[in-house]
């Protein structure tokens, strides 16, 4: 044994950590240390002469799974490259790029994000004659993903008309060579359940599963990781803090394992480490009012700590420079870094006045959870490009990418190669070839050669970027080739100041491609693995080593798992949290809700603010708000109210402020 772990944790924990054969459930309050024993667990299993390669650990976020391997490293002190830890759609690639050709796919696949996903729909949908108003994206890409995850069935009447839109949805990702994301999760299932060989080769491999989080778990998840494992498979969550129901994760799971790993040794974890007893008893109260759980009896050793600050501004800049005045003055006086702190927020749209104070006050901050670096459309367009170039078939990409920068490639040329791939059932890429080799081509002499020179680009980038090093040197290359600063410029004629932004967008992403070529722990550096490395982080966030000594801003749901000393909730009002959506949709989902809640508070180490605006401004106008109805829940004596600038004027801000003075005087 390299250290002693008996010292390092409970005798709860060590139990867990140690019980390395057969099935261990945990199911433990936030902030127990399910995920420190997860790490130590491997640690051990390493002391304890296991080799890295048989190992497998699952968890949901790429900062998680980052965060969990350099633990492990830490606690080591090896290289950790045989080491599997990854979250369930990484490890779907890498399944993936292995045996896809089972399924009739091709190794260099592409993967789709919800873009790519929503043009695909989008076109499909105009191929099969929807009207624009039929075509809400949205509602498809959501039902086809229900369908997918077999949430949602055929035959049960609203949704029959996409039917036919889902089936050519399906054959178009097929002849595109490219997966969505729920693939990533159900086609290794399908390689599974079709081709026992595969499997065989798996089990073989990973004899020690581990699952962080597991109240998130999907069904299709589940049986993944179920028919994988045999036994000694360890599982770690928190009902409470189950917040994905609608994107199907089931904690009814939780029932499925006791049931599927019969013998299992089940594990409590009851002293939270994280939080200080204001924080839990906060949290405590509110998750309380849940009828469907797991009853915990979770304490803290850390002493009550400092109360909980409510505060009630006048609208969002109010609130966000408090935020950004609070982390200031509280930096300064606890000699705190910038990420010391978190602001939590429901959703995306509450990001923008945050972000403005920060830019403002200098606040340097990241943002993970939102819209993602890689949505922008100059960075987009890049990435099309080097996912044209790694897998031509794709359709999508190479559409997006043909003429720009213009390059005479117009819109009766596309149909006419668009006319070729449905007559032959071929992409793009595989008509456009046929057109310009045909003898009797139907396109003009100009047209040949524009798109001999697109295939010849292509095919010269397809040599030089497969193989061998300086990726980011090429993709440099290639930016120049295709001349990009100039369409930016011609695109943005009024404002240079935008080209040149965007431009140093480009540039920040050649060099993070640089960044990580130079990673020593990351030996796999193919185009291949860069375009899946960043597919799956865009996903939910997009982490590099230049956050650290930065504010996290970041979406509730994105800092699942994850622990600041100091954090602001915000935006916390009747229709945000709850959503309205919930509100509409009945008391699970209001349960939801408050689990997620539930979820930021316990995100806290040493100090909460909580704060709910008066006013806020929404779709052109400015709407009164109300508080959440969760503030209500936390108990009295936690709460400190904070004095506004502005005198309060609506009635339930007022109402509630004359609750919270009460709470203060008594
Ligand atoms: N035995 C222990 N001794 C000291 N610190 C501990 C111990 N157990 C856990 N901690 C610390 O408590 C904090 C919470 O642990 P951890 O993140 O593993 O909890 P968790 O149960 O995974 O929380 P969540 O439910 O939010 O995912 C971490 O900072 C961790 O290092
Ligand atoms: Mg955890």
Redesign the pocket.
């Known amino acids: 044994m390299t250290f002693d772990y008996q010292a390092?944790?409970?005798p709860e924990?060590y139990e867990a950590v140690s019980s390395i054969e057969g099935p261990v459930l945990i199911i433990?309050?936030?902030?127990?240390?399910?995920?420190?024993?997860i790490?130590f667990r491997m640690s051990y299993m390493l002391d304890s002469g296991i080799p890295q390669s048989q190992i497998l650990a699952l968890t949901f976020t790429n900062k998680a799974a980052k965060e969990m391997s350099e633990r492990v490293k830490q606690l080591t002190g090896k290289k950790l490259q045989m080491l599997t830890v990854s979250t369930f759609h990484a490890f779907g690639v890498k399944i993936l790029r292995e045996d896809i050709n089972r399924l009739g796919w091709r190794e260099n696949f592409s993967i789709y994000d919800d873009v790519d996903r929503n043009q695909l729909i989008k076109e499909t949908g105009r191929d099969l004659g929807f009207t624009a108003e039929a075509l809400d994206v949205y509602k498809i890409g959501t039902l086809i993903s229900q369908v997918k995850t077999g949430m949602k069935h055929w035959g049960d009447g609203a949704n029959d008309q996409y039917k036919q839109l889902y089936e050519e949805y399906q054959s178009g990702l097929k002849l595109y060579n490219a997966v969505d994301f729920d693939d990533l999760i159900i086609l290794p299932l399908k390689l599974f359940r079709e081709h026992p060989d595969v499997l065989a080769k798996y089990k073989d491999r990973y004899k020690y599963i581990m699952v962080?989080?597991f109240q998130d778990t999907s069904l299709q998840q589940y049986q993944f990781m179920h028919s994988l494992a045999d036994r000694n498979v360890c599982v770690?969550g928190?009902d409470d803090?189950s917040i994905y129901s609608w994107r199907g994760a089931n904690y009814e799971n939780l029932v499925m394992f006791e049931k599927d790993f019969p013998g299992l040794k089940e594990i409590k974890?009851e002293?939270?480490?994280?939080s200080t007893g204001t924080i839990l008893a906060a949290a405590n109260g509110v998750i309380k009012n849940n009828t469907n759980r797991k009853e915990k009896a979770l304490w803290s050793g850390n002493g009550s700590g400092k109360p909980i600050e409510i505060y009630i501004p006048e609208n969002e800049s109010t609130e966000a420079d408090f935020v950004a005045e609070s982390i200031q003055g509280i930096r300064m006086e606890e000699k705190r870094s910038y990420a010391d702190f978190g602001v939590l927020i429901r959703s995306n749209t509450l990001s923008r006045a945050i972000e403005e104070a920060f830019l403002e006050q200098n606040i340097p901050y990241v943002m993970s959870g939102g819209t993602s670096f890689f949505q922008r459309k100059e960075i987009k367009d890049v990435i099309s490009y080097l996912r044209v170039i790694a897998n031509p078939d794709d359709d999508i990409n190479l559409l997006r990418i043909i003429n720009t920068p213009r390059r005479g490639i117009g819109r009766k040329t596309i149909e006419d190669i668009s006319a070729v791939a449905n007559a032959q059932h071929c992409s793009l890429w595989t008509a456009m070839n046929a057109l310009v080799a045909a003898a009797d081509t139907p396109i003009s002499e100009k047209t040949r050669v524009d798109l001999e020179l697109f295939i010849n680009f292509v095919t010269e980038h397809r040599s030089t970027m497969l193989s061998g090093k300086d990726l980011s040197a090429k993709v440099k290359k290639m930016v120049d080739e295709i001349d990009y600063w100039s369409y930016l410029v011609q695109e943005y004629q009024k404002s240079e100041k935008a080209a040149r932004y965007k431009f140093l967008n480009i540039d920040s992403l050649i060099n993070s491609i640089s960044t990580w070529e130079k990673d020593p722990d990351n030996f796999k550096k193919s185009l291949y693995d860069y375009l899946n490395r960043i597919t799956l982080i865009s996903r939910d966030d997009m982490e590099d080593d230049e956050d650290k000594g930065k504010v996290n801003l970041m979406t509730i749901h994105a800092s699942?798992?994850?622990?600041f000393p100091i954090v602001f909730i915000i935006g916390c009002e009747e229709g945000i949290i709850p959503h309205a959506r919930s509100l509409e949709e009945g008391e699970g989902n209001v349960e939801e809700e408050r689990r997620l809640f539930y979820?930021a508070i316990?995100?806290a180490?040493d100090k909460l603010f909580i704060s709910s605006c008066q006013r806020r401004r929404k779709m052109g106008g400015v709407m009164e708000c109300t508080p959440s109805p969760f503030l209500q829940e936390i108990p009295e004596n936690l709460v400190e109210y904070h004095e506004p600038a502005e005198p309060l004027e609506t009635e339930d801000a007022l109402d509630v402020l004359a609750k919270m003075k009460a709470r203060f005087i008594m």
């Open positions: 390092e944790l409970n924990q433990a309050g936030a902030g127990s240390g399910k995920t420190r024993v790490t962080d989080e770690v928190d803090q974890l002293q939270n480490y994280r699942k798992g994850l622990e979820v316990t995100r180490r």
